[in-house]
């Protein structure tokens, strides 16, 4: 279901913690999960994406992680920096019937504090 | 590269009336999309397409309606304002996994 009218979870840091942010999907057959950065004012930027097929990709301070056993994603930030502050969300492009579709997921808000 | 350009940027619509939101990109991405976002919430779908003449509900389609006649535009037209519909419209496009977002129209239907 979704949860309409609520606002976004929010989740604050020191900076050069480490953060991990969650994301349940419900789609299985989605063939990609993709973790968006939304600035304020902005549109959602590309961070990191991975395929339905694996389970673990890693990027440059970031790594996400995929459990298709219980339908959940992850974004794990290394050293977290006050630039990484913004309003992350998780995305899902559909396979099957529904192909080409690109949803996203609630959003978490990130604050790093100095 | 533009990228994604999406015009105006602001507008203020009066209840009933009608617009046209303006989406155009310059990479020949196959996909675009148009998202609503109401503040302080996440992006909800509300049409998307997967080529030229092709076009898809999303979540949200209920009074919007969209055409894809080119690869680069794709117009998200309001028939009849509502004040529901003031919200932030962002456009997207892509070629393979990664989309680009345009800057966003801010609507205001009072």
């Known amino acids: 279901g979704e949860n309409v009218g609520l606002h976004l979870p929010t989740l604050s840091v020191q900076e050069g913690d480490n953060s991990i942010i969650n994301c349940a999907y419900s789609?299985?057959?989605?063939?990609?999960f993709i973790w968006y950065k939304q600035e304020s004012g902005k549109g959602p930027q590309f961070i990191i994406d991975?395929?339905?097929?694996?389970d673990k990709r890693q990027g440059q301070r970031v790594t996400v992680l995929l459990n298709k056993t219980v339908k959940h994603l992850s974004l794990q930030i290394a050293a977290t920096q006050p630039g990484d502050s913004a309003v992350y969300f998780c995305?899902?492009?559909?396979?099957?019937?529904?192909?080409?579709?690109?949803?996203f997921g609630q959003g978490t808000i990130l604050t790093v504090h100095p | 590269n533009a990228g994604v350009t999406q015009t105006p940027k602001f507008r203020i619509l009066k209840i009933g009336q009608s617009m046209t939101l303006q989406c155009t990109q310059d990479?020949?991405?196959?996909?675009m999309y148009w998202y609503r976002q109401d503040p302080g919430m996440g992006l909800k779908l509300i049409y998307y397409?997967?080529?030229?003449?092709?076009?898809d509900k999303g979540e949200v389609p209920n009074g919007y309606n969209v055409s894809r006649s080119t690869t680069e535009d794709f117009p998200l037209r309001l028939e009849l304002a509502a004040p529901s519909q003031t919200s932030v419209y962002f456009c997207?496009?892509?070629?393979?996994?990664?989309?680009?977002f345009g800057q966003g129209t801010r609507l205001t239907v009072v």
């Open positions: 397409s997967v080529g030229a003449g092709i076009t």
């Open positions: 991975i395929r339905s097929n694996m």
């Open positions: 997207a496009s892509r070629l393979t996994d990664k989309a680009f």
């Open positions: 995305a899902e492009i559909s396979g099957g019937t529904s192909y080409g579709k690109l949803t």
């Open positions: 789609n299985s057959a989605s063939d990609y």
């Open positions: 990479m020949n991405h196959n996909y």
